[in-house]
Every structure is written in structure tokens, then in C-alpha cells.
């Protein structure tokens, strides 16, 4: 079967067209932000462009990373720095230790560290190469190698994004609300910002919409279930972006999962068969009787998406209508509430406390007690986009807590989840009270000379607003239930540069549409033709 990659060229038709309209080139790069500055004296001290180092960090969403984080040595996806450094092919963490001549702990919790890695891991790259630091198209291979993608086609996907943002520039969000302008490079010649995908024979995904990573189970799976019936579904988060999470899952040695979905829904990847027992709980009973799905997201920030749930729920149907695995509360689980053989027996059941009691109790989150997705995945929405089940009371408050994107709001009452619709929106308010659905808004006539128009007025808040894409949270935490519930924000629009969300590329023009929509009809075209043959 041949590999698709249809579904990579319609994502990055829509990610282009949603930064198109109105847009001017910038003409000069602007780094007087913390972040910007930050990047652009780590590049400066050994030699490498600031502007890709600028570009690489929005297009993996490490301008975002915050300054310090608390991270686990077993983690799925270890990163570091802007560039988000990782186990991939090329093993730039491991690479940047080495040069800084610290341990990879230290470059993946502070930020300005590994961004130093990441300059000097280029550096070197470039050096190996003989690459001047003022040739920017020079600097492709070195892209390419630093992405850590096994295969050739991925890593010139990867290559025509970071240089697609570098030719038409555009304004980088980075954590906080700083934005970095970063300037358009004319000169990158457009042959760098295409990748046109070639089918090759590889595979095929057990969900067609997946784009298929090949991936060795060497040190990383077994290639039967051992005669288990598949009986379960493990929700994960990455704690990495999607292209750090796709390389290091593929190729980093003693883990594997199943599935990923990307942090907007845009695009959901499949590593290693269903058939196949992944290593991605810590735990060998439910390993063999689970499909394991990572999520791009972080568990202590409140921020995924709307567009992620469906994106995953539509996944898991798919799963559980094809293994007839029930879609409810006691079948689909969080990594967190597996239990930790080495502690309690492994088959022991799931973990039912709130999620917040499951994520600090030392019984659960398999053997290195992970604590995934952790307590702001909404299981209640997510389960209520499944359809197969509820989520359980434990889930939710016993006060009402809005959804992130305020479309609905969730609270146990009595034993019973009650889950009630916003179609106005959600309205937060103070912890120890319920949340509450806006009211409609009210509408008014008033004439014009031509006694034909008339205009509405809201009595909806802006922060009640509702955005089912591209929405984040900036708002108070509603009742604060153990779920980890509450607080639907504000919700930033689409305008010439900017998209309100913490993992959003922002940036390109309209000629880049055009770029990527002769991509696709290229790939079209090849498809048919081997099609036809």
C-alpha cells in the first residue's frame, strides 16, 4: 500500500490560508521581547542565523516553552530549548549535552540553556558542512538533519516549513503575548519552501486519516499482541510538538506508541500497527490490551483544545468500533491511572479516584508514574464527542465548571453527571460558584433612512465569546473541581499575523498557498497516475 500524504498537504493548505489575507512582508526582524533577545544573543555567540533559529522555534512551538519546567526523566518526549532539541535520527539532545557539557536534564528545564544547545548544535552541523552563516539557503541540510526524521520525504516536509516562514516572514507569537517580527527573506529560493510528497510503499495506517511513520520495533515493541484481545484505550500527552514528538516517538529506543493527534486536530499520525503491543504505560498486562494515543499538549497547562478532542474522539470510535472495545469511562483511561506493577499487582483495575488523586498517588501512572494527560483533560466534553459513555463523577466538581472553550459546562450532582450546552457561551465566575451560560443576546431594530437594516447588541462578555478553533485560555479557573475544570478565557481572533493559542504559526502570505497548492497538485496528479498504471 502506498503512504498518503494528502492529508499533510490539505493541513498545510489550511494553516497557510489562515495567516494570508491583508498581510505585508516585514522588512526588518524585531527580537527586543525576553524570548527574542534570548534567541538572538545564543545565535549571535556562535555564529548562526538568529532568523532560523527564530523560524525552527515557531514552527516547533518552543517560542512558547516557558522559562523553567519540571520535567521527568521518563518522559515520552524529552525537549530542550526554542529548537526543541530531541532523541530523533539525529540525536540533537543528546548532541547538545555533549557540547555544553551538561546533563540532558539540565538543557530540558531551563530554557535559555537548551536555546544555547540548540545554537551550538547548529553551529556545529554547519561546521561539519562548510556553510556560511550569511547563506541562508545553505543552512537546508542542516534543517533537515536537525528535524531527527528517519525518512527523507519527512525531513524535506519539515524543511519547507521552516523555510516557507523564513521567505515570507510574519509575526511569531512567542509566551506571554510577545511577538517577534521576523523579516522576509526574498532571497530563499521557492524550490526550499517545496517538499512535493512522494508516495512510496511503506505501509498503510489502521485509520486512514493517519499519516503513517514507519517504525522499527526494535527495543521499542513487540509485533504480537501475544494472543490478547484488545480491550482498552490510554490517552497520553507528549510533553513535546508535533514534529518533536513524531521524531523522538519514531526513533528514541524503549518506548512506542500507537497513535498521535496534533495539538489543533489538524493531523493524527500512526507509528506501529494495532496488532502490535507498543510500550507506552509501564505496564506489560495493559500494554497488550490497550492502543495507546499521544496528544501535542503539556499536562500543566490548561490548553487543550476543542479541535483536538474531536480530532482524537473521531480516532477512538474508529479504534473501538474496528476492536469492539467499549467507548466508555472504564475502557478509555489516562496514562495516569494505570496501575505501577512494581507497587501493586499489574492487572489490578484502573485507578478511579479524581484525576488529581490519581496523578499524585505512587500506586499509579505505570512504572515510572506518569502523570498524563493530567488533571485539565476535560473527560466529561471528551467523552460526551466519543458518545459511547459519560465520564465518571469523579471527573467533574459538584459545582459547574466551563469547558476551555466555553461551549459547555459539566458538574456532578447527587451521584449524576450533568453536562449542559452554552450555545451563547460560558461565563465564569468566582471559585465556590457555579459557572453559567450566557444569556441570548438581545436584539434590537432601529431604522435607517431607508428603514431596511437593523442592528443587534450583545449582552454577552467578550470573555464569553465562543471559538471552537484555535482557542486559549487566559481566564479565572471557574470552581476549581479536582478534574482540573474550569475557566473558558478569552479567545484571541484570526487577524493579519496572530491567532490567539499558545500552538499557533503565524506568519505566512498568500503566495505561499500558491506554493503549497502546486505541491498538492503535483501529488495529485502522481497519485492518479500510479492509480491508472
Given amino acids: 500500500m502506498a503512504r498518503s500524504f494528502g492529508s499533510r498537504a490539505v493541513a498545510a493548505l489550511a494553516v497557510l490560508g489562515a495567516f494570508a489575507a491583508g498581510c505585508a512582508k516585514p522588512d526588518t526582524t524585531d527580537t527586543k521581547g525576553p524570548v527574542g533577545s534570548m534567541v538572538d544573543a545564543a545565535a549571535t555567540r556562535h555564529g548562526v542565523p538568529t532568523d532560523l533559529m527564530l523560524a525552527i522555534g515557531e514552527i516547533e512551538g518552543g517560542l512558547r516553552l516557558r522559562p523553567q519546567r519540571s520535567v521527568d526523566a521518563d518522559d515520552n518526549v524529552p525537549v530542550a530549548g526554542v529548537l526543541e532539541l530531541r532523541h530523533g535520527a539525529y540525536n540533537s539532545l543528546a548532541r547538545g549535552a555533549t557540547l555544553m557539557g551538561v546533563d540532558e536534564s539540565t538543557l530540558e528545564s531551563d530554557l535559555a540553556r537548551g536555546t544555547e544547545a540548540g545554537a551550538m548544535v547548529l553551529a556545529d552541523l554547519a561546521h561539519e558542512a562548510s556553510i556560511e552563516e550569511t547563506n541562508l539557503s545553505a543552512w537546508a541540510p542542516v534543517v533537515e538533519t536537525l528535524s531527527g526524521y528517519r525518512d527523507p520525504a519527512d525531513r524535506a516536509e519539515y524543511r519547507s516549513r521552516v523555510f516557507t516562514l523564513l521567505k515570507y516572514g510574519g509575526a511569531l507569537k512567542a509566551r506571554d503575548g510577545e511577538t517577534i517580527t521576523l523579516s522576509a527573506h526574498d532571497e530563499v529560493p521557492s524550490a526550499l519552501t517545496l517538499a512535493p510528497p512522494e508516495a512510496h510503499v511503506l505501509g498503510a495506517p489502521d485509520y486512514a486519516p493517519a499519516i503513517y511513520f514507519p517504525t522499527s520495533c526494535t527495543n521499542k ?6 494472543g ?15 514534529d518533536a514528538s513524531v521524531a523522538t516517538l519514531q526513533n528514541d529506543p524503549g518506548k512506542s506508541v500507537h497513535y498521535i ?21 509501564g505496564n506489560y498486562y495493559y500494554n497488550q490490551r490497550m492502543v495507546g494515543i499521544e496528544h501535542v499538549g503539556y499536562a500543566a497547562q490548561d490548553a487543550y483544545q476543542t479541535p483536538m478532542y474531536v480530532a482524537s474522539s473521531k480516532l477512538v470510535k474508529d479504534i473501538g ?3 469492539s472495545i467499549p467507548l466508555d469511562r472504564a475502557h ?21 479516584a479524581s484525576p488529581a488523586s490519581c496523578t499524585t498517588s505512587p500506586n499509579y501512572g505505570g512504572a515510572a508514574n506518569h502523570r498524563d494527560p493530567g488533571v485539565h483533560w476535560n473527560w466529561c466534553q471528551y467523552l460526551e464527542l466519543v458518545g459511547g459513555g459519560s465520564c465518571k463523577c469523579n471527573d467533574a466538581s459538584n459545582l459547574f465548571n466551563c469547558s476551555l472553550d466555553g461551549t459547555l459546562m459539566v458538574r456532578c450532582q447527587n451521584g449524576t453527571i450533568d453536562i449542559q450546552q452554552c450555545p451563547y457561551g460560558c461565563v465564569t465566575e468566582p471559585n465556590g460558584t457555579n459557572d453559567k451560560c450566557a444569556d441570548p443576546p438581545a436584539t434590537t431594530a432601529s431604522s435607517t433612512s431607508t428603514g431596511i437594516s437593523s442592528t443587534t447588541s450583545s449582552a454577552v462578555s467578550s470573555s464569553a465569546s465562543v471559538t471552537p478553533i484555535q482557542s486559549t485560555s487566559a481566564g479565572a479557573g471557574g470552581a476549581g473541581g479536582a478534574s482540573g475544570l474550569g475557566g473558558n478565557g478569552t479567545h484571541g481572533g484570526c487577524s493579519c499575523s496572530t491567532v490567539g493559542g499558545d500552538d499557533t504559526s503565524v506568519g505566512y502570505l498568500g503566495v505561499g498557498i500558491a506554493a503549497a497548492a502546486v505541491s498538492l497538485r503535483r501529488w495529485r496528479r502522481r497519485r492518479h497516475a500510479r492509480a491508472m498504471a
Avoid: K
Fill in 221 to 226: 515493541c513487540d509485533t504480537t499482541r501475544g
Fill in 228 to 242: 490478547v484481545t484488545i480491550s482498552m484505550i490510554a490517552i497520553h500527552d507528549t510533553e513535546g510538538g508535533w
Fill in 261 to 281: 493527534v496534533d495539538a489543533d486536530g489538524s493531523r493524527v499520525g500512526q507509528f506501529v500497527p494495532e496488532s502490535y503491543t507498543a510500550w507506552h504505560v
Fill in 321 to 323: 468500533m474496528r476492536n
Fill in 332 to 352: 478509555i483511561i489516562g496514562h495516569q491511572e494505570v496501575p505501577d506493577g512494581n507497587l501493586i499487582p499489574e492487572s489490578s483495575p484502573p485507578c478511579t
